[in-house]
T-cell receptor, first 113, second 111 residues
Framework: EAQVTQNPRYLITVTGKKLTVTCSQN?????MSWYRQDPGLGLRQIYY???????DKGDVPEGYKVSRKEKRNFPLILESPSPNQTSLYFC????????????FGPGTRLTVL | QKEVEQNSGPLSVPEGAIASLNCTYS??????FFWYRQYSGKSPELIMF????GDKEDGRFTAQLNKASQYVSLLIRDSQPSDSATYLC???????????FGAGTILRVKS
């Protein structure tokens, strides 16, 4: 089954404790991105990747890191989480361009205390 | 000014009616426009895209684009309770490989 998977789905952590949210797709997609969704603000892009080893900032990259060492994986790293990073996070992928159909993962709900 | 603006709603329509969802955008150079549907607790899924001025129909859905007015809309004919969801407008800006999303409009279809 073609899908985007994220882990964990739910995470409660404390300020300053490094964490990684994994994202994996099995569709051989080149384009992958991370979004956060907050009430009243909609989806905002954090980082995106056009291909392996090619990443770039989205609209809200502060406090986040990403890497793209393999085509299928695009982990999101929070080196020192803060409460303002409490949000719902979605990973998405598309075949090549951002204008291709974006396939979203199931979401990760993160709470930083 | 937000780059992509939508009325948050909720928009309530009776079953069988036409639901009209609207979106305005600020980047005049935007080329591609998308409507995603998001059910409560679920991830967004693409339902329509439009690139050219005018109307594009797909089943009960019609997307309308007016680049001069920087306006894109989604019409849902014969609305069903299963259409109740949040509808997200997304725009590909002229520069950069990204989509900018509006905050979404909540649609409620009452039976």
């Amino acid at each position: 089954e073609a899908q985007v998977t994220q882990n964990p789905r739910y995470l409660i952590t404390v300020t300053g404790k490094k964490l990684t949210v994994t994202c994996s797709q099995n569709m051989n997609h080149e384009y992958m991105s991370w979004y956060r969704q907050d009430p009243g603000l909609g989806l905002r892009q954090i980082y995106y990747s056009m291909n392996v080893e090619v990443t770039d900032k989205g609209d809200v990259p502060e406090g986040y890191k990403v890497s793209r060492k393999e085509k299928r994986n695009f982990p999101l790293i929070l080196e020192s989480p803060s409460p303002n990073q409490t949000s719902l996070y979605f990973c998405a992928s598309s075949s090549r361009w951002v204008t291709d159909t974006q396939y979203f993962g199931p979401g990760t709900r993160l709470t930083v205390l | 000014q937000k780059e992509v603006e939508q009325n948050s709603g909720p928009l309530s329509v009776p079953e069988g009616a036409i639901a009209s969802l609207n979106c305005t955008y600020s980047d005049r150079g935007s080329q591609s426009f998308f409507w995603y549907r998001q059910y409560s607790g679920k991830s967004p899924e693409l339902i329509m895209f439009i690139y050219s001025n005018g109307d594009k129909e797909d089943g009960r859905f019609t997307a309308q684009l007016n680049k001069a007015s920087q306006y894109v809309s989604l019409l849902i004919r014969d609305s069903q309770p299963s259409d109740s969801a949040t509808y997200l407008c997304a725009v590909n800006t002229e520069y950069g490989n990204k989509l900018v999303f509006g905050a979404g409009t909540i649609l409620r279809v009452k039976s």
